[in-house]
Each structure stands twice: as C-alpha cells, then as structure tokens.
C-alpha cells in the first residue's frame, strides 16, 4: 500500500502549501495532490454542499511547480484536473514541462470530468458533451507525447491536426488516472486510464461493482488491470488499511483536517508513525 496526501489551497491557503508539502516529504509519504476548480458562482453546489463563492481554487498546475522547485522527492499529481476544460494540445505541453522540470515527479495525475455545469459553460464546453471530450484528450495527451519528429495527425470529434511535434517529452510516461464514481468513469479507466480513482460517496457494494467493471473494461480491451486508489483520513487504522488492501486498493490519498497549519502537520507525522515504517 502506497500513502499520499492532498492539500486544497482554497481551505488551507497557499501560504501553508510549501511547509505541508515539505513535511510530507519528510515524513515519508509518495505524493501531494491538489485539487482544481475554474469558476465559482453563487449559490453553486457540489454533493449537496454549497461552495462559498469567494473560495480561492489556486491552479494547481502553477502551484505543483512551485512544490516541485522546493521538494526531491515528492510525486506530483492533481485529485481531478477537470480534464474537458482544457485543450489537449496546450495542456501535453503544460503537462510534460512540469514532468521534464521536476525531474519526472508528475506521476499522479488524476483526471475527472467535472460536475458543475457553469465551469463547463465557462470553458465554453456543452456540458453534455464532457465524457466524449475526456476520451478525446487521454488520447491525444499520450499521442503527442509519443509522437516523434515526424509529427502525429489527429482528427476526432473536437481536436483536429495534422503531422504535429510537441516538445519537450515527458520524462518517460505520465500515468493519467480516472477519477470518477459513475458507470462512464469506470468505463473510462478500463479502456484509457492507468488507475481509477473514485469519489467518496459510493457505498461499498457500489465500489466493489465498479472497480469490477474496471477490471473487466480493461481485461477485454487488453489492458493491464489498473491500480486502485481511494481517498482515506489521517485517523485510519491499520485494520481498516488492511481492508482496503483486501478490496485491491493499492494507494490511499489522505487529507489532514486539522483547524490550523501545525495541527495539519502533526497529522502527518502521527500517521507517518503508524503506516510508513521507516519514520
């Protein structure tokens, strides 16, 4: 079982992003992931929850390169990129830079398909079109980063080009992962993804029946079974830990909710004590 953390500026501020990424190196833990939202309006809701309109959803590309320049080794990934509101062929270069400049650290990426029908209209997406879109772009993400100095084409439903390069590379392959808790994600990170990654609010006989389509998505499309990530809390125990290993999780991605920035890190470090053994 591997063990990452989250960090959502718009709770914690950005003010706190560094020191929480560097104790989390120290500790021990694989990786930091940070979340992404566009655009916020009032009255918005998201599960039921109202999201206060004023709430500052950093980019969390921009802020995993500033992680990136004040950490060795901490992995990099996002806990979802809302992936149809960016174009493919901008987003590879932005992608692959922060790979080449972190020295291949972009290896948690998670990508989703978003659940807020005002960002998708500020993109200037239809909204329906969202899942059609995210298939799209997995697609031309790894093609353009495979693609040699002879150019790739590319000609889908929303992304067109022909004999294109784009440089830098990553340094070797970014696994993208699906996020997602609804039949199409499953679906999605069968046939495309190296990982799924679901939300929180499936029941456990949901999870189970899921990650089997996973499964089955992606054994019949002749893919490698992906890996299985789920979020957890700094208050697992190790017999829950054990549980989620017997279902097949392979990572657990834990947030710290402590009310300030020391309590948030005495998390860490109490959970470093449990699950990572060399701390």
Not at 177 to 200: C, E, H, T
Request: aromatic share 8%.
């Amino acid at each position: 079982m591997r063990f990452a953390v989250s960090y959502n500026p718009a709770f914690h501020g950005l003010a706190g992003l560094v020191a929480f990424a560097r104790h989390a190196e120290a500790c021990g833990f694989e990786g930091l992931l940070l979340p992404e939202h566009l655009a916020s309006r009032p009255g918005a809701e998201l599960g039921g929850w109202e999201i206060p309109p004023t709430l500052p959803y950093a980019g969390p590309l921009e802020c995993l390169a500033h992680v990136a320049a004040v950490t060795d080794r901490l992995l990099l990934g996002t806990g979802v990129l809302l992936l149809p509101y960016h174009q493919p062929v901008t987003l590879a270069k932005r992608l692959a830079t922060l790979d080449v400049l972190s020295g291949g650290r972009l290896r948690l990426v998670t990508v989703g398909v978003g659940a807020l029908p005002h960002e998708a209209s500020a993109a200037g997406v239809d909204y329906r079109t969202r899942g059609r879109r995210a298939d799209e772009a997995l697609d031309v993400l790894r093609l353009l980063w495979t693609g040699g100095p002879e150019g790739v084409s590319h000609h889908g439903e929303f992304v067109e080009f022909d004999e294109l390069c784009s440089y830098p590379k990553p340094v070797g392959t970014i696994p993208i992962r699906v996020g997602g808790s609804s039949r199409a994600a499953a679906r999605r990170a069968g046939l495309r993804g190296d990982g799924w990654f679901p939300g929180g609010s499936l029941t456990a006989e949901d999870r189970v029946a899921l990650f089997d389509l996973v499964r089955e998505t992606a054994a019949a499309s002749g893919r490698p079974a992906p890996d299985y990530t789920r979020w957890g809390s700094t208050d697992l125990t190790p017999e829950a830990v054990d549980a989620l290993a017997a279902e097949g999780v392979t990572r657990v991605v834990v947030s710290a909710a402590g009310a300030d920035p020391q309590e948030r890190l005495d998390e860490l470090s109490a959970f470093a004590a449990k699950f990572l053994s060399h701390v």
